[in-house]
Structures are given as C-alpha cells and as structure tokens.
T-cell receptor
Framework: KNEVEQSPQNLTAQEGEFITINCSYS?????LHWLQQHPGGGIVSLFM???GKKKHGRLIATINIQEKHSSLHITASHPRDSAVYIC??????????FGKGTRLHILP | DTEVTQTPKHLVMGMTNKKSLKCEQH?????MYWYKQKAKKPPELMFV???????INESVPSRFSPECPNSSLLNLHLHALQPEDSALYLC??????????????FGSGTRLTVV
C-alpha cells in the first residue's frame, strides 16, 4: 500500500486556471517535498515544507501536519506548467516515499 | 553551485557492454542516492551513500555496481544489463541522510536504453 496518495492522477485545464493538487500521507513526518518532473526530464525540487505555507512565484504549497495533508496550488496556470507533480515524504528508515504523481496538462 | 550534474544525459548500450553513469555535486552534501525510474512510475531507490560509505542497497542486481570515490562524486557501473533495465537513472543528494530541513537535490537524469 502506497503511504502517499495524490489526487487527481491526471488533470487537464485551460491556461489561466487556478490549479490544486492534493497529497495525503499516512506516515508521521516532519517535512514534505513537492517535486516537478517534465516529460523525459529530471526532477526539480519545488518546495520542502514542514508547516504552514510557502510561496514561490505562482506556486503555493500548504501543509497541515495534524491532518497529514498537503496541497500544491498554481495560480494563473501556463502551458509551461505542464508536467508531473510528485509529492514525497521521508520514511522512518531514511528513504523517500514518492506519490504516484499528478500529470498536469495546461491547454493554451 | 547548487546543482547535481549527471553525465551522460543519454546512453545506449548493448547487453555485453560495460558503461558507467556519473553524478557530481559541489554543495558539500554527504548523502548521495541512485534512483531508477520507469515510464509513468515514481522513482525507485537503488543505493544510498552516506559519508562515502554504502548505507542502503535495495537488493539491486549485481550488474549494477555503485562507487563513491569521494564526497562529490558518485558513479554507477553497468555490466551485462538486460533490456528491462532501460529507464531513467536519477542521482540525488542531501546534506546527510537524516536531513529533514533542506531536502534533496535531484539531477536531470541519464536516459539509458539497453539493446
């Protein structure tokens, strides 16, 4: 059983729309990663957060440690935001548990 | 320098070849990782090096042989691979394996095709 669940699995939206991707996890953690991967490409770390909210440009990430839930928001989405967004948490044995990813496609 | 650099970006090799993947970082990170990623799947951990010592080997076949010559460099030696080993191989680093604050930096990966 994957201990990190993301939703939705796939998301297609029009340029300019506000995007929300959700991540729920079952392990107790102190921090959570949001990662971005373009097709065929490497992984870029977007955020690592342990509480509250972080903002970087049009990206906003929030986390609620008590509810074991995090969200990634994209404001004013653009076709170049099309990618797979992955939620990842550190496991108790110092590995990383990855979610299955959310495939985002922004239409011009 | 805040990057993890992987070379080559693409590699095609035959099943009898020997090749190596290289990963380099100059951020002073003391933990380095190899991941394998198949299409449309999350990355799977292969190896973890902590302070230049192999600390985790996720039961990876011996045709994959990791090496950490120094704190900045991580290699993955490949020998007698199978077509099913074709994948994106990702390197990552972190300040140390217990890093819960600054997180991980990933390389852009090596796309490996075994023919």
């Amino acid at each position: 059983k994957n201990e990190v669940e993301q939703s939705p699995q796939n998301l297609t939206a029009q340029e300019g729309e506000f995007i929300t991707i959700n991540c729920s996890y079952s392990v107790g953690i102190s921090a959570l990663h949001w990662l971005q991967q373009h097709p065929g490409g490497g992984i870029v770390s977007l955020f690592m957060l342990s509480s509250g909210k972080k903002k970087h440009g049009r990206l906003i990430a929030t986390i609620n440690i008590q509810e074991k839930h995090s969200s990634l928001h994209i404001t004013a989405s653009h076709p170049r935001d099309s990618a797979v967004y992955i939620c990842a948490v550190p496991s108790p044995d110092d590995k990383i548990i990855f979610g299955k990813g959310t495939r985002l496609h922004i239409l011009p | 320098d805040t990057e993890v650099t992987q070379t080559p970006k693409h590699l095609v090799m035959g099943m009898t070849n020997k090749k190596s993947l290289k990963c380099e970082q100059h951020m002073g990170h003391r933990a380095m990782y190899w991941y394998k990623q198949k299409a449309k799947k999350p990355p799977e951990l292969m190896f973890v090096y902590s302070y230049e010592k192999l600390s985790i080997n996720e039961s990876v076949p011996s045709r994959f042989s990791p090496e950490c010559p120094n704190s900045s460099l991580l290699n993955l030696h490949l020998h007698a691979l199978q077509p099913e080993d074709s994948a994106l191989y990702l390197c990552a680093s972190s300040q140390d394996p217990l890093d819960r604050v600054y997180g991980y930096t990933f390389g852009s990966g090596t796309r490996l095709t075994v023919v």
